[in-house]
């Protein structure tokens, strides 16, 4: 970062300097007003360039009781990410612990929205207690909409002890008129900062120390209207001549602004000696000078020859007087300003080095590369890349910026300076970038990443084809990076395993120090894994994934990657292990401030659905309002599908029948807004809607869904990808009463679930199983089998998955307490359903299944010969099975055995 941005300009220097005319005049009637603007939220200076709108601001803070951030603003800053970076640095100078979390949520790509991350940085602002300032100077070289609208946001909701003062040319696109109607805004324009005939007097008596006549002065008060800068070249002038020649001058000119500035540099400019004249136009191409830098522009010209100078009389500048020559610049008032304190860094006064730039033009155009690639060359041994960068673009040394913009592309992609990455690869010719696979390559994630998808995969086909033809560039970098472009678009087309080989290919060629690319390939390749139910690979991927992404300050990946082994690990029926990995999460957000980053929001749903599953209703509904209110801040779709889907089970669980279709059709919408394929881990939103279908009896609508569905067909594999899609299908079956159609569906999807030891579906599995035997009159074999999903449920405290299922459920719970089968935990999710609101103790040995048919028809009344009859069997048969009865049940009679049998739900 150029900390000369944040250097607030000193109106006179801080120690007297012999022979120094600041020509500085207090303006103690515009400090009032600035003073008094200060009630509002902005102030707004907008005046053409020469008004002394900076040099007014720099006075009246050298007199303010408060802290203040100062941001110099030049045209690279029209990027939103180097905007926002810039602004917090900024900040930071006076209150270094705001925008940390913003900071490293502009290392993310895509870059989330600019609302998101000012929301972020206004709620660390709310919590000082400080009055401060904050000076945006030069915004009028802003002119990207993005950065309008991100100030305006800030502006509406900034804190009551930051005040805004914006230095412009021209008007913002802000909505002025809405500030200055609400009595939010303060203005000073040109009118107000023109100098009136008395400060121009003074003025003018300071910088030349002529006596002027009042007739002299107000001349030329008149024909300057009071313009600073012009006042200041005409003095620059007046000082140079004799008293006699003074009338004369004053009367010479006259005109436009533009007119009398060109005129006056031309005299100005003729009163300096050839070499300060060469001086001036030869660094005129630099926003910022320094004595090395403008030594290396010097030495960079030895070599050619004058041509054309300014004067009859050619003087070249000698290198090594750069530094005295700059100290002399300022001595002599020359539109110089100083950017530090230590006199380090200088910068021309914006009108000056316009002018000096044209004349540059018209003197030397063949110089004009020659000393664009000398400042190009020094930037990037300094470490200036932005700088180096362009000036090569000026100097129009493609190549050269081609090779500058693929050193530093990687940096720019991880801060999200993609609008300025992308602005700089517009510039350079086609062929360039043709020659150049790697640059083509980040061309192709600059305009993916910005939501460019169609140009991105253009590029990319067209890199591709170059390299198949000529293999002359495929270096390890640039296999890599084309391996892991072609891996997400492979994704997004659903061919997974391309994805991962392809992925796996990007990995192996990645530099080490590409830590994000790598990051986001390796996320690519579980999700991948994942889709396709190879848990193991993706596993350790995603151990690895939150281990790097901890040490390399890479928070959205970190985040989705603990969101992703979350679901993995639920489905493997690892449900504690994901709940504890959540509250890991939580602490790590806690460690770094994540707090209202929006990719928490993945934590946050996912938490969520992990407690509702738990039947921890009131916390799982607190962390989905959090992180679907994150979502939505950031704009993150996927973040908001899955709060929505998993809000809409939620709200079916509690009952509310319209809550749950609401969210479930935003979910929807939203899949459909923002075109998410199939293949991102993300609950579906169609699966749920069919589910809601079937639990309020829409079968028709289930059936429609079904038949378009394409899931019938016994003959295709049920891989994970599909697994929810078929488990709706046997729920509708089961809920028509086709449990003979729900039986194959089922076995198919045990089994694949089984081969991948996918526990937490078995579960799901096994409950429908089960509930599928009871439809077929299969009690023995239906309670058995729900016997291994409670077996598989009860260490890990899976509730709902068993809950959902309502009073068919229960009906076998009671049967599996009755039999002893996980009796506690089935009598745990009997209360839990409200079935009954005791635990009474289970029997120490279970009752058969005869022996529950013999219970109830001694229940009903029936005699010992009734139940042989209806039974099929012997009357001894029938009292040996009450006798067991009576023991089990430690009873001494029908009426005992039947009370007791009523207290422990068997009937």
């Known amino acids: 970062m150029l900390q000369t941005k944040f250097y607030i300009p000193m109106t006179r220097p801080p120690e007297p300097t012999v022979g120094l005319r600041t020509g500085f005049i207090p303006r103690p009637h515009l400090i009032d007003r600035l003073n008094q603007g200060l009630a509002g939220k902005l102030t707004l200076i907008s005046a053409p360039a020469g008004f002394g709108k900076t040099t007014l601001v720099s006075h009246w803070l050298e007199q303010v009781d408060r802290p203040v951030a100062w941001l110099a603003l030049d045209q690279d800053d029209n990027d939103l990410a180097r905007f926002l970076r810039y602004l917090i640095a900024a900040l930071q100078t006076v209150h270094p612990i705001v925008g940390t979390e913003v900071l490293a949520l502009l290392q993310s790509s895509p870059l989330p929205p600019g609302r998101t991350l000012l929301t972020l940085l206004i709620n660390d602002l709310m919590a000082v207690s400080a009055k401060s300032l904050l000076v945006l100077d030069d915004y009028h070289l802003i002119d990207t909409a993005a950065i309008d609208q991100a100030l305006t946001y800030f502006i509406e909701h900034l804190p009551p002890t930051l005040h805004l003062v914006l230095t412009s040319r021209a008007d913002p696109n802000l909505p002025l008129a809405r500030l200055r109607a609400n009595r939010q805004m303060s203005e000073l324009r040109s009118a107000d900062l023109r100098f009136t005939p008395p400060e121009t007097a003074q003025f003018l008596v300071q910088m030349t120390g002529l006596s002027l006549a009042p007739a002299e002065v107000e001349a030329l008060d008149r024909r300057t209207e009071g313009w600073i800068a012009g006042l200041q070249m005409a003095a620059l002038s007046l000082g140079q001549r004799q008293t006699e020649a003074v009338t004369q001058f004053i009367e010479a000119f006259s005109g436009s602004h533009h007119y009398i500035m060109d005129y006056l540099v031309d005299e100005v400019l003729h009163q300096q000696p050839v070499e300060i004249q060469t001086f001036l136009l030869y660094t005129a191409i630099l926003d910022r000078l320094c004595g090395p830098l403008c030594e290396a522009i010097l030495r960079g010209t030895e070599s050619l020859d004058n041509g054309r100078d300014i004067s009859p009389a050619p003087a070249r500048p000698d290198a090594a007087r750069a530094p005295a020559i700059l100290a002399y610049l300022e001595q002599a008032n020359l539109f110089i300003v100083p950017l530090d304190q230590q006199r380090h860094w200088y910068r021309y006064h914006p009108l000056f080095a316009d002018l000096l730039r044209h004349r540059l033009h018209q003197t030397y155009p063949a110089q004009l590369a020659t000393l664009h690639l000398s400042a190009s060359q020094w930037y990037e041994q300094a470490g200036l890349m932005d700088a180096a960068v362009q000036h090569a673009l000026a100097a129009q040394l493609f190549s050269r910026a081609a090779a500058l913009v693929e050193q530093v592309a990687s940096a720019m992609i991880q801060r999200s300076e993609l609008t300025r990455l992308l602005t700089w690869l517009d510039l350079l010719p086609v062929e360039v970038i043709e020659a150049q696979p790697l640059l083509g390559l980040y061309y192709c994630w600059g305009l993916f990443l910005s939501g460019q998808i169609e140009p991105a995969v253009t590029r990319l086909e067209a890199i591709e084809a170059r390299l198949e033809a000529d293999d002359t560039h495929q270096t390890a970098d640039v296999q890599a990076h084309a391996a892991a472009m072609r891996a997400y678009l492979m994704r997004e087309t659903g061919d997974l395993a391309s994805t991962i080989t392809l992925s796996r290919q990007a990995l192996a060629h990645l530099p080490r120090q590409d830590s994000l690319l790598g990051a986001m390939v390796a996320l690519n390749l579980v999700i991948a894994h994942y889709l396709q139910g190879d848990f193991e690979p993706a596993s350790q991927l995603l151990t690895q994934i939150i281990a790097t992404g901890q040490s390399a300050h890479l928070m959205a990946n970190t985040l989705s990657a603990i969101y992703l082994n979350a679901q993995l690990l639920r489905a493997q029926g690892h449900l504690q292990q994901a709940l504890q990995l959540c509250h890991d999460g939580l602490a790590l957000v806690a460690r770094h401030g994540w707090h209202n980053s929006p990719a928490v929001g993945f934590l946050y749903v996912v938490l969520g659905d992990l407690l509702r599953e738990t039947n921890d209703l009131t916390p799982a509904a607190d962390y989905l309002a959090k992180g679907i209110d994150l979502g939505q801040a950031g704009g993150h779709p996927h973040i908001l599908i899955a709060g929505h889907v998993w809000l809409a089970r939620l709200r079916q669980t509690q009952g509310d029948v ?130 291994q999903a409670l077996g598989l449920a009860e260490p890990e405290a899976f509730t709902r998955i068993f809950l959902d299922e309502g009073a068919p459920i229960a009906e076998l719970l009671r049967r599996a307490v009755a039999q002893g089968q996980h009796a506690p935990y089935a009598l745990h999710l009997l209360n839990a359903l409200g079935e009954t609101t005791t635990a009474p103790q289970p029997l120490i040995e279970p009752l058969s299944e005869r022996e529950l048919e013999v219970l109830r028809r001694v229940a009903a009344g029936y005699s010992n010969k009734e139940i042989a009859e209806e039974l099929v069997v012997t009357v001894s048969t029938v009292k040996r099975h009450i006798s067991n009865i009576y023991g089990k049940l430690e009873a001494a009679s029908r009426t005992q055995a039947v009370a007791k049998a009523r207290e422990l739900k068997l009937l």
Do not use: C
Request: no cysteine; charged share 20%.
């Open 658 to 787: 319209a809550g749950s279709q609401a969210a479930v059709r935003v979910a929807q919408q939203l899949e459909q807004q923002y075109k998410v394929s199939r293949f991102w881990p993300l609950p579906s939103a169609a699966n749920d809607q069919v589910r809601l279908w079937i639990a309020h009896g829409n079968l028709a609508a289930a059936n429609r869904w079904a038949q378009a569905s394409g899931l019938n067909r016994v003959d295709t594999p049920i891989t994970y990808l599909d697994e929810a899609a078929y488990l709706t299908l046997a729920r509708l079956r089961l809920a028509e009463g086709d449990v003979e159609a729900a039986e194959p569906l089922l076995r198919r999807l045990y089994q694949a679930a089984a081969a991948a030891k996918r526990n937490g579906s078995l579960i799901e599995i096994l409950v429908l199983q089960a509930l599928t035997l009871a439809g077929q009159k299969r009690g023995e074999k239906a309670v058995s089998t729900l016997a």
